[in-house]
Antibody, heavy 118, light 107 residues
Framework: EVQLQQSGAELVKPGASVKLSCKTS????????MSWLKQMPGQNIEWIGN????????GYNQKFKGKATLTVDKSSSTAYMDLSSLTSEDSAVYFC???????????WGQGASVTVSS | DIQMTQSPASLSASLGETVTIQCRAS??????LAWYQQKPGKSPQLLIY???SLQDGVPSRFSGSGSGTQYSLKISSMQTEDEGVYFC?????????FGSGTKLEIK
């Protein structure tokens, strides 16, 4: 069974950074992309970017360049997303999703809530 | 960026009723479209990919169609468990983009 287990909720101060993780199991990590997505309360879903598990190659939404950095650790089949210089606009739920071909996000993590507050 | 326009924004349907949700892309996306269902507090679940292919495990009352810039999701017989928010998403070009969602409720 394909599983994506995300790290827990984060409460961080403005200006700080946070690193979210997405640990996978049940499939060959290096054969798939991993997308990261943002959803603010009651809002649309925004695609942040994706990373290929095989070689770490990335694609970013221009809106999130400089804000998000995607990495992978193949040895532990885990994807990571660093979010930097956090503001209240970064308060949201962040999802990781296995991405096969761009329009096939067929397995999702449970989501990680990030709250930016002093 | 490719804009995805979904309609209606909300919809109420009776049990057994047929429901159709529309999605229009700002340019031809060559069937590079997926539909997702999201329930409150949960992550989205893939229903349809490639505009018309049913994801494994998804009930056959769900179907997708369309081409070019116009796509639709049909639920042939509304069930209580179908309540939720439905999103379309294009995966043809970076950045991948989503429609604004359709909230579906039981009448």
């Amino acid at each position: 069974e394909v599983q994506l287990q995300q790290s827990g909720a984060e409460l961080v101060k403005p200006g700080a950074s946070v690193k979210l993780s997405c640990k996978t199991s049940g499939y060959t990590f290096s054969n798939y992309y991993m997308s990261w997505l943002k959803q603010m309360p009651g809002q649309n879903i925004e695609w942040i970017g994706n990373i290929y598990g095989g070689n770490g190659g990335t694609g970013y939404n221009q809106k999130f360049k400089g804000k998000a950095t995607l990495t992978v650790d193949k040895s532990s089949s885990t994807a990571y997303m660093d979010l930097s210089s956090l503001t209240s606009e970064d308060s949201a739920v962040y999802f990781c999703a296995r991405d096969y071909g761009g329009y096939v996000m067929d397995a999702w993590g449970q989501g990680a809530s990030v709250t930016v507050s002093s | 960026d490719i804009q995805m326009t979904q309609s209606p924004a909300s919809l109420s349907a009776s049990l057994g009723e047929t429901v159709t949700i529309q999605c229009r892309a700002s340019e031809d996306i060559y069937s590079g479209l997926a539909w997702y269902q999201q329930k409150p507090g949960k992550s989205p679940q893939l229903l349809i990919y490639g505009a018309s292919s049913l994801q494994d495990g998804v009930p056959s009352r769900f179907s997708g169609s369309g081409s070019g810039t116009q796509y639709s999701l049909k639920i042939s017989s509304m069930q209580t468990e179908d309540e939720g928010v439905y999103f379309c998403q294009q995966g043809l070009k970076y950045p991948f983009t989503f429609g604004s969602g359709t909230k579906l409720e039981i009448k």
